[in-house]
């Protein structure tokens, strides 16, 4: 399994508590929310930083954004500041302590509570005379609300899907799963004959266990969830002792690689993994990575329902918010950029669904008959879903989540721990996590 960038080298890196007190202290009070009617551009010329994460094409396209805006908005200049997953937190956490906030951030769901409850994001309510949000559904955009303060702008939704690859399914005279009925024993008994059947030249599934995506569909399957809605946890020892029973019987089983191939492949970038280099039938990944997939694959790849779903155990995810500084001093020029991002056709046309099918109902159906076929199978799967509400927020402190879970799958698959003894000690450091946070 894998987030929505490259994984373990640019895990999302959770903020320690001298951080937290760092933003704290050089982020400052934000600036006194302006009322939306106060908003008002300046005609004289105007400087704005914005920052993202991506890989080339994401940089490409958001240039190519910028270069248009500008040339509707002379007055306005739009600094770009990009790196890749790895390094862009760090970057983010050195500018915010030196009390340098770039005006537009590109925020991840990981994260929001954390920047937003160190006043280090802005109340983008007071954006409404600019910035609009009709065409955004109420769910969706609530994605980026804390509290009833909306510090983000949802960009994109996906969901998390088990992407099957056709190709290796037909050389070896394998069905393609009914994913409206699959169960969790379905998947791991089509994955061993795929390895049977190849004569072990082929895996069955990359393995899963990485991240949180996974854990959250695991979870809400069950009757559960990782956070409870006032920033606590919800998942219990029994819950994650059984999400790990499963994948190491699995592992036993030969539906998964070896511990050591899957640790090696999990260290690795996208187009490293089992999936983009056909040398597995399935793989967990989040929905908007199917073309970078497909990509790398050349091969027929198609998205399946996780197994087990239920009708409310799927979910959209934000894949990424706009945010804005709580300390810019250009907040009418801030939301007409993020409103251009948002709402814009010329927009959507350079961007596409790079950033994830657009959470923009109106722009995701002006762009659909744009895209490619691949991504317009994406599409199709997301609007096939049956989904439930998103899950609680993550709170401040549960950015290291990855981090914690990458360390404990890691330990159960190389028998350095019980499932039970590494549920009891994903708890302990995940609620140490939050703990800290709040100090």
């Known amino acids: 399994m894998r987030g929505n960038t490259r994984r373990r080298v640019g895990v999302l ?46 940089h490409a396209a958001t240039e190519e954004i910028i270069a248009a805006f500008e040339d509707e908005h002379p007055n306005i200049t739009i600094e770009p500041q990009y790196t890749d997953w790895a390094g862009y937190w760090d970057k983010l956490n050195t500018s915010v302590a ?62 998390y899907t088990i992407i099957a690859n056709q190709t290796i399914l037909d050389q070896y005279g394998i069905d393609l799963p009914d994913d409206e009925s699959w169960t969790w024993d379905d998947f791991v008994d089509v994955s061993e004959e795929v390895a049977s059947a190849s004569g072990g030249a082929t895996i069955g599934t990359q393995s899963w266990g990485f991240e949180d995506g996974g854990l959250n569909n695991w979870l809400r399957q069950n009757g559960s969830a990782l956070y409870t809605t006032d920033g606590g946890i919800a998942a219990t020892e029994e819950d994650l002792a059984g999400w790990w029973e499963f994948l190491l019987e699995a592992t036993e089983g030969g539906a998964t690689p070896d511990p050591a191939a899957t640790v090696e492949r999990e260290s690795g970038g996208l187009a490293e993994s089992f999936t983009a280099t ?15 997939l497909r990509d790398a694959s050349g091969q027929d790849l198609v998205a399946l329902r996780v197994p087990g779903t239920t ?19 250009h907040p009418a020029e801030v939301a007409t950029f993020l409103d ?20 923009n109902e109106k722009i995701r159906e002006y762009i659909t008959p744009k895209l490619d076929e691949v991504n317009q199978t994406v599409v199709e799967f997301l609007d096939s879903l049956s989904v439930g ?19 404990h799958t890691t330990a159960v698959l190389f028998g350095e721990m019980t499932p039970d003894e590494a549920a009891a000690s994903f708890l302990e450091e995940l609620q140490t996590a939050l703990d800290d946070a709040a100090v």
């Open 13 to 58: 890196v959770g903020l320690s508590a001298a951080t937290m007190l760092a933003l704290t202290s050089c982020a400052g009070s934000p600036a006194a929310a302006p009322e939306a009617e106060q908003l008002e551009l300046s005609d004289e010329p105007v400087t704005l930083s914005f920052t993202w994460w991506g890989n080339d094409t994401r």
């Open 98 to 159: 030196a009390g340098e906030i770039p005006d537009i951030i590109q925020m991840d769901e990981k994260q929001l509570s954390t920047y937003a409850a160190n006043g280090v994001l802005a109340d983008l309510g007071a954006y409404s005379s600019i910035l609009s949000t009709e065409d955004f559904p109420a769910a969706t955009l609530g994605t980026g609300a804390l509290d009833g303060t909306q510090y983000g702008i949802p960009v994109g939704v996906n969901s």
């Open 278 to 292: 056909n040398a597995s039938a399935f793989g967990p990944w989040w929905s908007n990575q199917v073309q970078a």
């Open 311 to 329: 009708d409310d155990s799927a979910y959209y995810k934000p894949s990424m918010f706009w945010s804005s500084s709580a300390k810019t001093e």
């Open 340 to 359: 251009y991002l948002a709402n814009s056709e010329d927009a959507a046309d350079l961007l596409l669904a790079e950033r994830g099918v657009p959470a």
């Open 389 to 407: 509400d998103a899950p609680p927020a993550t709170p401040p402190g549960g950015g290291v989540i990855e981090t914690i879970i990458d360390q």
